[in-house]
C-alpha cells in the first residue's frame, strides 16, 4: 500500500513529492513537519466539535490556519448572507477591520467570490491574482480593496465552506511575499478545515436556532401567562363592576369599588368634565368626614384642568389620567384618575379602567334611558295640563310621576338668559347642548324634590319648569314663605353650580286646581319675560307682589299700555329727559317705601325739606296728588308697567 503526498521537506522551500510506503506491520512513514500539521488539524477539530457557538467556532479557525499551513499572513472567513445575497466578512486576521465590514462581495466576484459559486477550492498566484481577483471587483469594492491590506497579495488561496454540496461560505488566505508560498497539500489542508469548519458551523446555527426558538417559546409561554392573568383580572373585575350594576347600586358605588382596585382617587363626568360622582379608595377615608373634601380636591382639580383644555382630544391622546366612557360611537364621558406613572402595574390599571368603562357606560345609558323617559312623560304631562286637555284619568297618571292633590302648588320658571350666545361662545355641539339640559334638569330635580318630594321638575326649550308641591299642613302664608324660600335658594344653587351661566327666576301664585294650573303658568310666563327686559344679570320675579300690574301685563296690545303710561307719567318722563334730572326715580322710591318720604330722603342722601320740594314739583309737572286715591293708585300702575316694560319710556321720549 502507498500514499502520495505533496510536502515540503523540513526545514526547507524545496517542492518535492515523497512516497510513504507500508512496512508491512499497517504503519507509514511521513515526516516530522506533516505529522505536526496532522496532530495541529486533529486539535482544531477537536476545538470545532467541542463549542456551538458560531462565534467562537469561526474565532478558532481563523487563529488555527496561519498556525496550520505554513506562510499565511493574512485570513478571512466569509459568509454568505442570502438576504442581501452577499458575502459578509465574519473574522479576519491580517486584513484592516474597518475597511473589510464594508467589503461584500457578490457570489462569483473575485477569487473569493469565484470560489464560492462554484462551491470548488482553488489557489492563485502572480499574475492569476490581478486577472481573476482584480478584474472582476465591483467598482466601489475595487476601491476598498486597496486599503483591505497594507501590500498586494502575491499568493492566495480560496477553500469554500461545503455543507452536503451547499457553499456556506468561503475562506481566503493571502501571502504578501512570494508566489510560490503555498502548495497543493496546503490548498487540500485548507479544504479539509473548511469542510470541518462548515459541518462545526452549521451545527452552531443550528443550536442557536433551537436556542433561539426555547428563547421565543419562553416568552410566548410568559406572554401567554400574562395574558391569563390579566383575562382573569379582567373577569374578576367585571363581575365585581357587573355585579353592583345588576344590584342596582348606581354609578357611586362603581366608581367606589374602581378607586379600590386601583387604589386610586377616580372621578366620572360628562362630555363637558362636569363631575357626576367621585371616590376616594378605602385607604384614603378616613373617621374624621375629610374624605369628600379631599375627594374634590384631588379629582375635580383633574376635571377643571381637562376642561380648560383647546384641544381635548390632543389633551386626552396625550395624559394618560383621562380615559374616555363610549357606548358605541357615541362619547357619554370620562373616566379621570391620578395614576400616572407611579403605578405599579399600568396594564392591570388599563384592564381595570377598560372594565369599568364598559360597565359605567352601560349604567349611565341605562340612567340615561329612564331620565329620558320620566323626563317624556313629565313633559306630555306638563302639556297637558297648560292647555287644559287633561281628562279624569290624568290626577291618578300624574300622582305616578309625584303628583299630590293634598298640596299646594307653586310654579317656578327658571330661564337661561342668552342661552343661544352661551352656546356660540363656547361652540357647543348638539350632543354637548343635551348634556348640559339633562346636568341641568338632574341638579334641579335632585335640589327640589329633597325637601319637597311631590314637586314635579321637567323642562320646556330652555326653560326649567318647576311644579313645587309643598303639603297643606301649614297655612298658606307659611307656605308662601316656604316656596319663596325655596325659589331663592334655587337661585343660589343655580348661580354657585352654574356660574357661567345667568338664570331669571320667575314664583306664580299658588293653585291648588287643576285648571288654574294653565292660567298660574301664564301669568309667571308673562313676568318672566318682564325680567328679561330688565337686565341681562340673574334676576327673580314674584307674581305675589305684581298686584294689579300683573292683570295689566295680560294685554296684548301694548299700545294701551304706552298711552296709560303716557297719559300718568308721560310729562314727567319727558321733564327728566330735558332737564337731566331724576324726579321719575325720586317717585318710585317714594312708592317703593310706601310714601314714606323721612325714608325715601334717607335713602337718596338728601334734607327732607329737598324731599318734599321734589314730591311737589312731581305733582306740578304731572298735574296729580300724590295724596289722592284715585290719583295715587294710577300713579302706582303706571310706575309698575315702567318696571315691567322700560322699553315705553323710550317711546315716551
Given amino acids: 500500500m502507498t500514499e502520495e503526498l505533496n510536502?515540503?521537506?523540513?526545514?526547507?522551500?524545496?517542492?518535492?513529492?515523497?512516497r510513504v510506503y507500508s512496512n508491512g506491520k499497517g504503519r507509514l512513514k511521513i515526516s516530522g513537519a506533516v505529522q505536526q500539521q496532522l496532530k495541529k488539524m486533529s486539535e482544531v477539530t477537536r476545538l470545532l466539535t467541542s463549542s456551538l457557538e458560531t462565534t467562537t467556532v469561526v474565532r478558532t479557525i481563523i487563529e488555527a490556519i496561519p498556525q496550520l499551513i505554513p506562510n499565511v499572513e493574512a485570513c478571512v472567513l466569509l459568509m454568505y448572507d442570502p438576504t442581501i445575497d452577499r458575502l459578509v466578512a465574519r473574522d479576519s486576521v491580517g486584513f484592516i477591520p474597518e475597511t473589510l465590514k464594508k467589503f461584500k462581495l457578490k457570489p462569483g466576484e473575485s477569487m473569493s467570490g469565484y470560489s464560492f459559486l462554484q462551491n470548488k477550492a482553488a489557489m492563485y498566484s502572480g499574475e492569476q491574482i490581478g486577472r481573476v481577483g482584480l478584474v472582476t471587483l465591483t467598482p466601489s469594492n475595487r476601491a476598498l480593496q486597496q486599503s483591505l491590506t497594507l501590500v498586494q497579495a502575491k499568493s492566495v488561496m480560496c477553500a469554500p465552506l461545503d455543507f452536503k454540496?451547499?457553499?456556506?461560505?468561503?475562506?481566503?488566505?493571502?501571502?504578501?511575499?512570494?508566489?510560490?508560498?503555498?502548495?497543493?497539500?496546503?490548498?487540500?489542508?485548507?479544504?479539509?478545515?473548511a469542510s470541518q469548519a462548515s459541518i462545526s458551523i452549521e451545527n452552531s446555527r443550528l443550536y442557536e436556532e433551537q436556542r433561539e426558538s426555547l428563547v421565543k417559546m419562553e416568552q410566548l409561554n410568559q406572554i401567554i401567562t400574562r395574558q391569563h392573568q390579566q383575562l382573569e383580572t379582567a373577569l374578576h373585575i367585571h363581575r365585581t363592576l357587573s355585579g353592583l350594576a345588576l344590584q342596582n347600586l348606581g354609578l357611586g358605588a362603581i366608581t367606589r369599588?374602581?378607586?379600590?382596585?386601583?387604589?386610586?382617587?377616580?372621578?366620572?363626568?360628562?362630555?363637558?368634565?362636569?363631575?357626576i360622582t367621585g371616590a376616594l379608595p378605602v385607604s384614603g377615608a378616613n373617621e374624621s368626614g375629610e374624605e369628600e373634601e379631599q375627594t374634590k380636591a384631588e379629582i375635580v382639580s383633574l376635571s377643571r384642568?381637562?376642561?380648560?383644555?383647546?384641544?381635548?382630544?390632543?389633551?386626552?391622546?396625550?395624559?394618560?389620567?383621562?380615559?374616555?366612557?363610549?357606548?358605541?360611537?357615541?362619547?357619554?364621558?370620562?373616566?379621570?384618575?391620578?395614576?400616572?406613572?407611579?403605578?405599579?402595574?399600568?396594564?392591570?390599571?388599563?384592564?381595570?379602567?377598560?372594565?369599568?368603562?364598559?360597565?359605567?357606560?352601560l349604567e349611565m345609558v341605562k340612567e340615561q334611558s329612564i331620565f329620558e323617559v320620566e323626563r317624556r312623560l313629565r313633559g306630555e304631562l306638563l302639556e297637558e295640563l297648560l292647555n287644559g286637555t287633561f281628562d279624569d284619568s290624568?290626577?291618578?297618571?300624574?300622582?305616578?310621576?309625584?303628583?299630590?292633590?293634598?298640596?299646594?302648588?307653586?310654579?317656578?320658571?327658571?330661564?337661561?338668559?342668552?342661552?343661544?350666545?352661551?352656546?356660540?361662545?363656547?361652540?357647543?355641539?348638539?350632543?354637548?347642548?343635551?348634556?348640559?339640559?339633562?346636568?341641568?334638569?338632574?341638579?334641579?330635580?335632585?335640589?327640589?324634590?329633597?325637601?319637597?318630594?311631590k314637586s314635579i321638575i321637567t323642562a320646556r326649550s330652555d326653560m326649567l319648569i318647576i311644579l313645587l308641591g309643598i303639603p297643606r299642613i301649614s297655612g298658606q302664608v307659611q307656605s308662601y314663605e316656604r316656596a319663596l324660600k325655596s325659589?331663592?335658594?334655587?337661585?343660589?344653587?343655580?348661580?354657585?353650580?352654574?356660574?357661567?351661566?345667568?338664570?331669571?327666576?320667575?314664583?306664580?301664585?299658588?293653585?291648588?286646581?287643576?285648571?288654574?294650573?294653565?292660567?298660574?303658568?301664564?301669568?309667571?310666563?308673562?313676568a318672566l319675560q318682564m325680567v328679561g327686559t330688565i337686565s341681562n344679570s340673574t334676576q327673580m320675579i314674584d307674581c305675589n307682589k305684581l298686584g294689579a300690574a300683573l292683570l295689566l301685563l295680560k294685554l296684548s296690545d301694548r299700545a294701551?299700555?304706552?298711552?296709560?303710561?303716557?297719559?300718568?307719567?308721560?310729562?314727567?318722563?319727558?321733564?327728566?329727559?330735558?332737564?337731566?334730572?331724576?324726579?321719575?326715580?325720586?317717585?318710585?322710591?317714594?312708592?317703593?317705601?310706601?310714601?314714606?318720604?323721612?325714608?325715601?330722603?334717607?335713602?337718596?342722601?338728601?334734607?327732607?325739606?329737598?324731599?318734599?320740594?321734589?314730591?311737589?314739583?312731581?305733582?306740578?309737572?304731572?298735574?296729580?296728588?300724590?295724596?289722592?286715591?284715585?290719583?295715587?293708585?294710577?300713579?302706582?300702575?303706571?310706575?309698575?308697567?315702567?318696571?315691567?316694560?322700560?322699553?315705553?319710556?323710550?317711546?315716551?321720549r
Wanted: proline share 3%; charged share 20%.
Fill in 257 to 275: 369599588a374602581l378607586a379600590n382596585i386601583l387604589n386610586k382617587p377616580v372621578a366620572v363626568t360628562d362630555l363637558l368634565f362636569n363631575n
Fill in 7 to 18: 510536502m515540503d521537506i523540513e526545514g526547507t522551500n524545496t517542492r518535492t513529492t515523497q
Fill in 560 to 652: 294701551e299700555l304706552l298711552e296709560l303710561v303716557n297719559n300718568v307719567l308721560g310729562k314727567l318722563i319727558y321733564y327728566d329727559h330735558q332737564h337731566h334730572s331724576n324726579l321719575l326715580e325720586t317717585l318710585a322710591i317714594y312708592s317703593k317705601n310706601n310714601s314714606d318720604y323721612l325714608a325715601t330722603a334717607q335713602q337718596l342722601h338728601v334734607h327732607q325739606n329737598t324731599m318734599i320740594y321734589r314730591l311737589k314739583r312731581v305733582e306740578e309737572i304731572i298735574e296729580r296728588k300724590l295724596n289722592n286715591t284715585n290719583d295715587w293708585l294710577d300713579i302706582q300702575i303706571a310706575l309698575r308697567l315702567i318696571q315691567a316694560y322700560p322699553s315705553l319710556i323710550e317711546n315716551i
Fill in 487 to 526: 325659589c331663592q335658594e334655587i337661585n343660589i344653587q343655580l348661580r354657585a353650580e352654574f356660574y357661567e351661566l345667568n338664570f331669571s327666576l320667575a314664583l306664580s301664585r299658588p293653585t291648588s286646581e287643576l285648571e288654574q294650573f294653565k292660567t298660574r303658568y301664564d301669568e309667571v310666563v308673562t
Fill in 305 to 361: 384642568r381637562a376642561s380648560n383644555q383647546n384641544d381635548v382630544p390632543e389633551f386626552l391622546e396625550n395624559d394618560r389620567e383621562i380615559y374616555p366612557i363610549q357606548a358605541g360611537n357615541d362619547k357619554l364621558g370620562y373616566i379621570l384618575t391620578t395614576i400616572g406613572e407611579d403605578l405599579a402595574n399600568p396594564d392591570f390599571a388599563k384592564v381595570a379602567i377598560e372594565q369599568a368603562a364598559t360597565i359605567i357606560a
Fill in 165 to 193: 454540496g451547499r457553499a456556506l461560505g468561503v475562506i481566503t488566505v493571502n501571502n504578501f511575499q512570494s508566489p510560490l508560498a503555498f502548495t497543493e497539500f496546503d490548498l487540500e489542508l485548507l479544504q479539509s478545515l
Fill in 394 to 453: 290624568f290626577a291618578s297618571r300624574a300622582s305616578l310621576l309625584g303628583y299630590d292633590s293634598n298640596c299646594l302648588y307653586w310654579i317656578i320658571l327658571a330661564d337661561i338668559d342668552d342661552f343661544r350666545g352661551y352656546i356660540q361662545k363656547n361652540e357647543l355641539d348638539e350632543n354637548q347642548i343635551a348634556v348640559l339640559k339633562r346636568r341641568l334638569l338632574k341638579f334641579i330635580t335632585g335640589q327640589v324634590t329633597r325637601n319637597y318630594p
